[in-house]
């Protein structure tokens, strides 16, 4: 169209100023970002309702309100989101948030409370999910929507200013987001009692609402307020001195956002804990009522006992009427990718910060120097920021994450080393970057040059194109501390990229963004789920730039982001079982809480301080476990091998019990004495008494053999190594595993000893075909528990003696759970390093 028109009169079509004339790199880099906004792909949410949920009117909004409404509020969100948003995400949110909508109620009911969760995953777009529903919400009628931001004020601010984009289009006055679009009704404008500067307070509220009340306004009233008990005060406060009486006619939607962060209960409900107190309290004050959290880590709020209840404050907020679990776009940059799918491009592993920032180090700690691994760190920062504006990026904003500490005062002294590095790569650069042998009269730049080769081999730019960009942007780089006793805040403004390099501890966990965030130097360690995920900042969108994103943490905190994932896939996996059983949210919070890898999370949490043991209870049905830890040490290796030896012998070939399935041996209906007898003589490596990271819970494997009265199956499996191997005179081939050496004991690869299928060796052959390698539906169908027996042929050992063993069952599995005492000491190492933080 240019060619044939000209630029000057295209300009003109686009209303806009003259168009420069566009290069071949132009227009390559047009049609990629193009490709790259448009093709993605995403899912849909999956739903599951509690039993009286299942029974209402779940269509009254997508079968009628929403058919006759004029959509006013969601209609400009949807054309304010078309700016920013591929097309599939958009109808993805739609739809999300109209089956969310059809389970919250119709606000025209005269009197009804309703207990939701809408679970996502971190960084993915749960504030634009969210937003969505206030929209809709208010389209719907509701009229006072309450959002609870988080625990701090930066993030209680972001989100406001995000509900001012997405909802309210002004702000101090000024028209900003969907409030730029045009078809604004001033009879609509929402009033937000809440700014982005100011949090709730009775004067401001009542200056904002000049006298207005529920009673005589069209438009509704928005509250984003921070999870504070004084801010909470303040709202009850005040509603309770404009209605003596409750709220009788209006209904009121509140969304806690990030919920399992102190809204959940820990003490009795006759003295229930300060912020779930005055939550619910808040909620009784309307007869027509909704509570939404919103997470990504639900594991606190699925274990609150679905019926407590107390007189004076109403009902906890266990999510009783549903849950909805949202998917991910696939452009998202999340957990599997980074740990599981990309051979870990994207981690640097750092082994050298101990001698410098001890894990267990006081809050005046004098930090004398940092480790060369963040200087490292820095320097790739460095680095991205440079390619970003190579790549026309140089509008963005870039972030890079240090969280090594939970102290402020020691934030304070890494932010002056960090500074003096930073300075000094700044005056070399300066000084010396634009002459053509730079690398002569610096050795900053001679660093920065051995960690581009190191870390970006393969990225599209020599060295001198990448230093020219650096020695353009290298003066933008600023520094910024985030904490309760900051100075300098940290921005990013609209008119304006940010180049930061941002340090701080929990103030930047919980629903924080950093933008553009390229570099995370991450030292916390922890082995819980959720302050683990909740502290990665580096997950969501890197449209452009992901090949750039590097993170830098030790090999432990690789290994417990790993299980993480595994765990948390499998919960997905039983949460959309559940759903196509129309199974209830409590169905689903008993399958956390005995869950095997989750269920001890939790119920250390929830651990009353004063008890000194608590009981574990682990369902093993539908699950497997395996060795994947062993040992190392020769002694026990021979014990090992030679308690393989002995069950085989005890093992009889004479019956029709015994059989051969391809070159693997099964034993079917074998008393289960023989695999009581086995797991005493077998060591597992014993890393802790769940199996957290090794994936065997020996205890608890043990105790289910003694505990449930059932025949069990055995099966000795042949693999696919070249020589054959001979054990008490059976035949088989040894299976070749890819093991690591990690000191005192090996770990097989991707923590997994058997195959796909083989826990299908004692189904039918019809069936065994007819699953593959679907593990669960093998289950599922498997009457007997299995013991799978396994001789690995490895590089550091060619006969190491394993095994696993696969629990039948599933969701609906009706066995009894497993129950051990846990010791409380255990209990307490895990929380040591989960008390709150001093920023």
Request: with cysteine; proline share 3%; aromatic share 10%.
């Amino acid at each position: 169209m240019i060619s044939k028109l000209g630029l000057e009169t295209f300009a003109q079509i686009l209303s806009t100023e003259a168009i420069a004339p566009l290069g071949e790199e132009d227009w390559a880099r047009m049609k990629r970002e193009l490709e790259t906004h448009f093709d993605v792909q995403m899912e849909n949410g999956v739903l599951i309702q509690g039993e009286e949920q299942q029974l209402r009117d779940n269509t009254w909004w997508t079968g009628k309100e929403k058919q006759k409404n004029t959509m006013y509020y969601w209609s400009r969100y949807k054309d304010y989101l078309k700016k920013s948003l591929p097309p599939e995400v958009i109808k993805a949110i739609d739809t999300d948030t109209d089956i969310v909508m059809d389970n919250i109620e119709d606000p025209l009911i005269d009197c009804f409370s309703r207990y939701g969760m809408v679970v996502g995953h971190v960084q993915s777009g749960k504030t634009a999910n969210y937003s969505a529903l206030v929209c809709k919400a208010a389209d719907a009628g509701y009229k006072f929507i309450v959002i609870i931001a988080g625990g701090i004020n930066n993030l209680r601010n972001q989100t406001q200013v995000r509900l001012n984009d997405s909802f309210v289009g002004l702000d101090k006055g000024i028209p900003v987001g969907v409030g730029k679009l045009g078809n604004f009704k001033k009879e609509l404008l929402p009033i937000s009692l809440t700014t982005a500067e100011q949090d709730f307070n009775k004067q401001d509220a009542n200056k904002n609402a000049q006298g207005l009340n529920f009673d005589n306004i069209s438009s509704p009233i928005l509250l984003v307020i921070k999870k504070h008990t004084n801010t909470l005060d303040n709202v009850l406060e005040w509603l309770e001195k404009q209605y003596k009486y409750g709220i009788a006619s209006h209904a009121m939607l509140l969304i806690d956002d990030e919920s399992d962060y102190a809204s959940i209960n820990t003490k009795n409900q006759e003295d229930p804990t300060t912020i779930n107190k005055k939550i619910r309290k808040l909620l009784s004050l309307f007869q027509k009522s909704v509570y939404v959290a919103y997470t990504a880590t639900p594991y606190a709020n699925i274990f609150i006992d679905h019926n407590a209840e107390n007189e004076n404050i109403g009902r906890d907020l266990f999510p009783k009427d549903f849950i909805y679990a949202l998917d991910a776009p696939s452009n998202y940059f999340g957990a599997r990718k980074i740990f599981l799918d990309t051979n870990k491009i994207h981690l640097v592993e750092v082994d050298d910060y101990l001698d410098f920032i001890p894990e267990k180090h006081k809050k005046d700690f004098l930090l004398p120097s940092i480790p060369e691994s963040l200087y490292e760190a820095i320097r790739v920062f460095v680095i991205n920021v440079g390619v970003r504006y190579l790549r026309k990026h140089e509008n963005k904003h870039n972030s890079m994450l240090i969280h090594a500490t939970r102290f402020t005062m020691v934030h304070q002294k890494l932010s002056m080393h960090v500074e003096s590095y930073l300075s000094e790569i700044k005056k070399d650069i300066e000084i010396f970057g634009r002459l053509k042998d730079a690398l002569k009269h610096s050795i900053h730049i001679n660093n920065i040059k051995e960690s581009y080769e190191l870390r970006f081999p393969n990225l599209e730019y020599d060295w001198e194109a990448l230093l020219s960009g650096i020695c353009n942007v290298i003066d933008t780089i600023v520094i910024r501390e985030v904490h309760q006793s900051t100075s300098i805040p940290l921005e990013y403004r609209k008119d304006r990229p940010t180049n930061a390099i941002v340090i701080g501890g929990t103030s930047l966990s919980r629903g924080y963004t950093l933008e553009g965030l390229t570099v995370s130097y991450f030292l916390r360690n922890t082995i819980f789920y959720d302050t683990l995920m909740q502290m990665g900042r580096w997950f969501g969108y890197r449209d452009g730039y992901e090949d750039l994103c590097r993170i830098y943490m030790s090999e432990t905190m690789i290994d417990n982001f790993s299980l993480i994932i595994e765990a948390t896939e499998d919960l997905i996996d039983t949460f959309k079982r559940m759903s196509e059983a129309k199974m209830t949210p409590n169905d689903f919070g008993l399958a956390v809480q005995f869950h095997p890898d989750s269920g001890l999370q939790v119920t250390a949490r929830n651990k009353q301080k004063s008890s000194k043991d608590i009981y574990f209870e682990m369902k093993l049905d539908g699950h497997a476990k395996e060795t994947s830890w062993l040992h190392n040490n020769e002694t026990i290796k021979k014990i090992n091998l030679q308690a393989i030896k002995d069950t085989l012998k005890s093992l009889s070939f004479n019956n029709n019990l015994y059989t051969k399935v391809g070159n693997s041996h099964l034993w079917k209906d074998v008393d289960k004495r023989v695999v009581i007898e086995f797991l005493e003589k077998f060591q597992v490596y014993f890393s802790d008494p769940f199996g957290i990271k090794s994936r065997m819970p020996i205890d608890f494997v043990r105790k289910y053999v003694n505990d449930i009265d059932t025949n069990w199956d055995i099966a000795l499996y042949s693999g696919q190594c070249k020589e054959p191997y001979e054990i008490e005179n059976i035949k088989i081939k040894k299976e070749e595993r890819q093991i690591f050496n990690k000191g005192k004991y090996y770990e097989v690869l991707n923590r997994q000893v058997s195959s796909g299928s083989a826990e299908a060796i004692a189904l039918p052959d019809s069936e065994r075909k007819l699953l593959g390698s679907n593990r669960k539906r093998i289950r599922e169908m498997m009457k007997k528990p299995l013991l799978m027996l396994h001789i690995l042929d490895t590089e550091e050992d060619n006969e190491l003696a394993a095994f696993g063993i696969s629990f039948p069952g599933g969701i609906s599995s009706t066995n009894k759970t497993v129950k051990l005492k846990i010791n409380s000491v255990y209990i307490q190492e895990l929380l040591n390093d989960e008390e709150e933080y001093d920023d």
